[in-house]
């Protein structure tokens, strides 16, 4: 057997397991905000970000830093 086809182990499964449960969370998170969150606050179509927020941990976090429009800054 090669390295590439070794089995995890526990941990590494539950590793996996639980960044694969933040990896939703986070997506979600952002889909709630996304829905929420009025147009004018949104840099962009709203429609534009659904597809984004499914680019693993990318989509989500491109929308938090780039996405809203933060007018404090």
Do not use: C
């Not at 390295?3 to 933040?22: D, N, Y």
């Amino acid at each position: 057997m090669t390295h590439s086809q070794r089995e995890l182990t526990a941990p590494e499964k539950i590793g996996a397991v639980v960044l694969g449960i933040l990896q939703v969370a986070f997506a979600f998170l952002a889909a709630w905000d996304l829905a929420h969150r009025p147009a004018e606050q949104v840099r962009g179509p709203k429609p534009a970000w659904i597809p984004a927020l499914f680019i693993n941990w990318l989509g989500p976090a491109a929308y938090f830093v780039f996405g809203i429009r933060h007018e404090d800054r």
